[in-house]
């Protein structure tokens, strides 16, 4: 497969690894995917068993990833939302796909649709994680050791230290047992907080490392946009925990969900969150 021409090429970056060049190569080569289907206008939309939306473009994007890692990695799990590569890899590494985190919003053209794309060490921990938005073209990445990026430049998140006048991203309901998100929005508005919900995960956490936003919240048990994400705040400067304030632990199989942030209002969401 020939890559395609993208904005970003010829930026510098640095390189920590082949798999790192090779997770970017992918996540713009989707990109450009999707760019091209939403173009013609043709792509088709499912329903699946838990209500929530998938279109072809998801498939061909799932697609289009898992056979560039297999065929660069073969020996490598591939965790994707559409389809995955699950059987035994002797390797011990994982690599997590969210081919679109955020159809409805895809659906909708509202522009925080994203591509997730990360690889994991054999204790569950991520390597890289990248996030592209292929409609506002930015891509974020973030590797162990590096500073986040936005499009080659580094990135750092907000100093704001208190609730009011916060920016807090929502996407999905709290499957935890923690306060519902009626509650959770009503105890942050109160405080003068302003709570938004593009129905896109990963949209909300990358805002967060571009300090565009204060706060977001990852309820989902499964770790597609998760693992994308981690490293993206937290070498941003940010704070990432599960939504009871542990550390998120291996995010290759079910997770607690996430909450991310400046840091400065962590403790602040998390109270917000307590039944």
Request: glycine share 10%.
């Given at each position: 497969?020939t890559?395609p021409?993208?904005p970003?090429?010829?930026i510098?970056?640095?390189?920590?690894?082949?798999?790192?060049e090779?997770?970017?190569s992918?996540v713009?080569q989707?990109?450009e995917?999707?760019?091209?289907?939403?173009?013609k206008g043709?792509h088709t939309?499912?329903w699946?068993?838990?209500n929530?939306p998938?279109?072809s473009i998801?498939?061909?994007?799932?697609e289009?990833?898992l056979e560039g890692v297999?065929a660069k990695y073969?020996?490598?799990?591939?965790?994707g939302e559409e389809?995955?590569?699950d059987a035994d890899?002797p390797s011990?590494?994982?690599?997590i796909?969210?081919?679109?985190?955020?159809t409805?919003?895809l659906?909708?053209?509202?522009?925080a649709?994203?591509?997730?794309?990360?690889?994991?060490d054999?204790?569950?921990?991520p390597?890289?994680g990248?996030?592209y938005?292929?409609?506002?073209?930015?891509l974020?990445?973030?590797?162990r050791?590096?500073?986040t990026a936005?499009?080659g430049?580094?990135?750092?998140?907000s100093?704001?230290?208190?609730?009011?006048?916060a920016?807090?991203f929502?996407?999905s309901?709290?499957?935890?047992?923690?306060?519902?998100n009626?509650?959770f929005?009503?105890?942050?508005?109160?405080?003068?907080g302003?709570?938004?919900?593009?129905r896109?995960?990963a949209f909300?956490c990358?805002?967060?490392a571009?300090?565009?936003?204060?706060?977001?919240l990852?309820?989902m048990?499964?770790?597609f946009?998760?693992?994308?994400?981690?490293?993206i705040?937290t070498?941003?400067g940010?704070t990432?925990?599960d939504v009871?304030g542990n550390?998120?632990?291996r995010?290759?199989g079910?997770?607690?969900g996430?909450v991310v942030?400046?840091?400065?209002i962590?403790?602040?969401?998390l109270?917000?969150?307590?039944?």
């Open positions: 497969m890559t021409t993208h970003h090429e010829g510098e970056r640095e390189r920590p690894g082949q798999d790192f090779l997770g970017q992918l713009m989707a990109g995917l999707v760019r091209g289907m939403l173009a043709d939309t499912e699946k068993p838990d929530t998938v279109t998801d498939i061909a994007v799932n289009l990833v297999q073969p020996n490598d799990r591939i965790y389809q995955s590569s890899r011990g590494f994982t690599w796909l969210d081919p679109i985190d955020g409805q919003a659906e909708q053209r509202v522009p649709f994203t591509v997730c794309l990360a690889r994991l054999t204790e569950g921990r390597l890289f990248i996030v938005n292929p409609v506002l073209d930015e974020y990445t973030a590797a050791g590096q500073n936005l499009n430049q580094d990135i750092h998140v100093d704001r230290d208190k609730i009011k006048g920016a807090i929502m996407g309901r709290m499957h935890h047992d923690v306060a519902s009626g509650t929005y009503d105890r942050i508005e109160t405080q003068g302003k709570v938004h919900n593009p896109a995960l909300g990358t805002q967060v571009a300090g565009r936003a204060d706060g977001a990852i309820g048990k499964t770790p946009e998760a693992a994308a994400v981690e490293l705040v070498n941003a940010g990432v925990t009871y550390p998120p632990g995010l290759d079910d997770i607690q996430l942030s400046n840091g400065l962590h403790e602040s969401l109270e917000a969150l307590k039944k």
